[in-house]
């Protein structure tokens, strides 16, 4: 089955502690991306990549990173989270030379106190 | 920069009748636009996507149009079914890297 999966789903924290959510992919997608999505406002777009190696921040980026070293997987680090960042956060994959449709992960929702 | 504008209040429809959505830009036409569909707790799912050069694209009992001049994307819903409750993303492509700006969603609820 083609699908986003993302882990963990849900993630309580406290601030300073790095965490890590995963994004994996099975479609061979070149480009993946991840949001963010808070009430009343729509998804923002913390980092995308075009393809392995290529990252490029999105419209807000601070205090997130992230790597590409696989095609299908595209890993998001909060190497010091506060609780500005509790979200809910998705990942997205899409193939544009096909598509442009973008298909999303289930989302993560994470709390950071 | 180009900012996007969805009702924000529920849209609340009778069982059958045809349910609009509207989503509203600023500033130049994107090259495309695309509608997705989120339930609560999910990611979304991609619905329908219309070019700037179109006017109309239907699938089944969906219906987007895009009128450049007014600069306004309208979403039906024929024959809606309390299953269509959810909220609906508009998402703008402006051409670039494949980025895409999006609403916030306009929560439709249909009532049996």
């Known amino acids: 089955e083609a699908q986003v999966t993302q882990n963990p789903r849900y993630l309580i924290t406290v601030t300073g502690k790095k965490l890590t959510v995963t994004c994996s992919q099975n479609?061979?997608?070149?480009?993946m991306s991840w949001y963010r999505q808070d009430p009343g406002l729509g998804l923002r777009q913390i980092y995308y990549?075009?393809?392995?190696?290529?990252?490029d921040k999105g419209d807000v980026p601070e205090g997130y990173k992230v790597s590409r070293k696989e095609k299908r997987n595209f890993p998001l680090i909060l190497e010091s989270p506060s609780p500005n960042q509790t979200s809910l956060y998705f990942c997205?994959?899409?193939?544009?030379?096909?598509?442009?449709?973008?298909?999303f992960g289930p989302g993560t929702r994470l709390t950071v106190t | 920069s180009q900012k996007i504008e969805q009702n924000s209040e529920a849209l609340n429809i009778q069982e059958g009748k045809t349910a609009t959505l509207t989503c509203n830009y600023t500033?130049?036409?994107?090259?495309?636009l695309q509608w997705y569909r989120q339930d609560p707790g999910r990611g979304p799912v991609f619905l329908l996507l219309?070019?700037?050069n179109e006017k109309e694209k239907r699938k089944e009992r969906l219906k987007v149009t895009f009128d450049t001049t007014l600069k306004q994307s309208l979403f039906h819903i024929t024959a809606s079914q309390p299953a269509d409750s959810a909220t609906y993303l508009c998402?703008?492509?402006?051409?670039?890297?494949?980025?895409?700006?999006w609403g916030a969603g306009t929560k439709l609820i249909i009532k049996p």
């Open positions: 479609m061979n997608h070149e480009y």
């Open positions: 990549s075009m393809n392995v190696e290529v990252t």
């Open positions: 500033n130049y036409s994107p090259a495309y």
């Open positions: 219309i070019r700037e």
């Open positions: 998402a703008l492509d402006m051409g670039s890297n494949y980025q895409l700006i």
């Open positions: 997205a994959s899409s193939n544009p030379g096909q598509s442009y449709e973008q298909y």
